[in-house]
């Protein structure tokens, strides 16, 4: 459809009347050429007047080199992107927006950056909330499950001992009720391996949704269940090492997390009691690098080259009797490369194993 003078006139009545808050901004004059109304009384927009560095300067400490080198992209390569951080402008609160942005280049060599800016603090709280006691949840139950393992074990073990011995003087009450004991145990044993098992399983099937978080934080938040006073009942020393507080990523935090779970969850299967588990978290020029160190009982080294292969033949019971089906590496290594990342390990039969994930802070 060919365009006709009446664009420009046309284009500021669309954008006014969408309810969204839009914005131009002159890269040669360093200044807004167009702010329409729902961004100037959604954001109260500052004035024109305000130099970059000041526009900047409004913008959190810990997202300015993000913002930089995304503003940097769009600039020198035309690369248009979608940015969230946290800003505060004259008079507000500080707000977590989403910025989207793209370079127009007239034919004089004007350059005008044309975007959409968009209050996300409500959205961001409510998801964060969300994942933040889904992580727990994981967590908790992968307490449980290996907890409960041992003593559910011993329950069918002893069921299994009592009801050889009643055989002989055929109690068949006895033997009934004993029967029973060891349906339910092993039925409690399945059903929160199953349920674990099921949850990610099916977070291999749901496409992957990236933004930029802080890991040290989300990595604490899931951890913390390991080391209160329910992780005492592990029998399993966790400690958490990190390079800095603020360790940013864009990563699916649903899915990084359920990878450092599941890590963390076959380290429990072969550390016995008093082992140690050390979650590390090291940023990198570009990348971030996340181990999973414990001393358990090790992999054996026939055992190595197949790991991450569905139903490998590394898979077998834990210490405790745990069941594996010979998934959970693969489906780990899948939810890696679907985050552009690389993950490897080292071992030794009796000393213990290391599990490294590295993934770029950036998904391109």
């Not at 005008?112 to 800016?117: K, Q, R």
């Not at 055989?167 to 059903?191: H, P």
Request: charged share 25%; aromatic share 8%.
């Amino acid at each position: 459809m060919p365009l006709t003078d009446n664009f420009p006139g046309f284009f500021e009545a669309l954008v006014e009347n969408t309810g969204q808050a839009f914005f131009a901004y002159d890269l040669t004059a360093q200044q807004f050429t167009f702010v329409n109304q729902e961004c100037a009384v959604a954001f109260k927009q500052p004035n024109s007047d305000l130099s970059p560095s000041e526009l900047l300067g409004m913008v959190n400490e810990d997202d300015q080199p993000y913002v930089l080198e995304k503003l940097e992209d769009l600039v020198k390569h035309g690369k248009g992107s979608r940015t969230e951080f946290r800003i505060q402008f004259p008079d507000q609160p500080e707000q977590w927006v989403c910025v989207t942005v793209s370079l127009l280049q007239e034919p004089s060599g004007k350059k005008m950056i044309l975007g959409h800016i968009e209050d996300i603090s409500i959205q961001r709280t409510y998801n964060d909330h969300l994942k933040r006691f889904s992580n727990k949840k994981n967590s908790v139950l992968n307490i449980l499950a290996h907890d409960l393992a041992g003593p559910l074990g011993m329950i069918q073990n002893l069921t299994g001992i009592l009801s050889e011995q009643l055989e002989a003087k055929e109690e068949e009450d006895a033997q009934e009720t004993l029967r029973v004991m060891l349906r339910i145990s092993k039925q409690s044993t399945n059903l929160l391996r199953e349920f674990m098992n099921n949850e990610f399983l099916e977070s291999s099937k749901t496409q992957l949704v990236t933004r930029r978080v802080n890991l040290k934080e989300k990595m604490a938040e899931m951890l913390v269940e390991y080391q209160n006073e329910r992780g005492d009942l592990l029998g399993v020393n966790l400690d958490f090492v990190y390079t800095s507080d603020e360790v940013y990523a864009e990563v699916d935090d649903l899915k990084f997390m359920q990878i450092i779970t599941n890590l963390i969850s076959n380290s429990l299967k072969f550390t016995p009691t008093g082992g140690r588990i050390t979650v590390t978290l090291e940023e990198e020029d570009t990348t971030v690098l996340v181990t999973v160190a414990d001393t358990g009982i090790g992999i054996p080294d026939k055992y190595h080259d197949t790991l991450f292969e569905k139903f490998t033949p590394a898979r077998r019971p834990g210490l405790k009797g745990e069941q594996s089906v010979g998934l959970g590496m693969s489906i780990i290594k899948t939810l890696v490369d679907w985050h552009k990342g690389q993950i490897w390990f080292e071992s030794e039969e009796s000393k213990g194993t290391t599990f490294y994930l590295r993934v770029p802070k950036e998904q391109q």
